[in-house]
């Protein structure tokens, strides 16, 4: 029996709202989730984001099992895996959103070139290796390079991020996309330079200290 967590569904929605708003989700391309106890709440398979409902969040239990006529997103074992390796990882978003879809199909990653890539919370953005869509194989490719960052790009694919919540997984998302569309504008007159592995760990000390929280 699926959880009934109104408030958090409603957090979930306003991130499918958001991603569909911000152009991150090109008709039914988009989808998200958020960990519950015992599984997730994760959106409907073909489902446009802008037109989400509570009836389009899908209950998927930690073993992979949903109920009802509503088939759960076909990367739902992506949104799994990573829920099963982050800890931390209470919301993902997935998206194909322009910019970081060019640059996953040249299968680049996103390096420090700028100092916001820290805010993935590692010092590059990686790119995990291409495997059909919905299928295990590439679950595990996304969870593996999501081992050190809270994003990454997929090969030939999209973009994807984790966060404490779903508007933040989406904030994260939009950040990613503006990375990677200044990465590829770079590159008209030359190439980036690069900050170096220094640079890159006291901007990531310095995010600790970032924002409101004390």
């Keep these: 029996m699926a959880p009934d967590y109104s408030a958090d ?24 989730s958020l960990r519950g106890d015992g599984g997730m709440w994760i959106s409907a398979s073909g489902l446009v984001a802008a037109d989400a409902t509570p009836d389009d969040l899908v209950w998927v239990d930690d073993r ?31 998206c194909h959103s322009r910019h970081a879809t060019a640059l996953s199909c040249q299968r680049r990653g996103i390096p420090p070139y700028h100092y916001m890539v820290a805010a993935a919370g590692s010092d590059h953005i990686p790119c995990a290796d291409y495997a059909l869509f919905g299928t295990e194989a590439l679950a ?11 994003a990454c790009l997929i090969a030939n694919h999209g973009q994807i991020t984790f966060a404490d919540s779903p508007r933040q997984a989406l904030e994260l998302a939009e950040v990613v ?38």
């Design 9 to 32: 569904k409603a957090s979930l929605l306003a991130a499918l709202h958001g991603m569909a708003a911000a152009g991150l989700s090109p008709g039914a391309s988009g989808n998200a």
């Design 64 to 94: 992979g099992h949903w109920q009802g006529g509503i088939k759960p997103s076909s990367e739902w074992q992506m949104h799994q895996a990573i829920y099963r390796d982050r800890s931390q990882a209470a919301a993902v978003l997935h």
């Design 140 to 150: 595990e490719n996304v969870a593996k390079a999501m081992h050190q960052s809270k």
């Design 177 to 214: 996309e503006e990375l990677a569309a200044g990465f590829l504008l770079s590159h008209l007159n030359g190439s980036p330079t690069l900050l170096t592995n220094d640079d890159m760990q006291l901007v990531l000390k310095q995010f600790n200290h970032y924002g409101q929280s004390q």
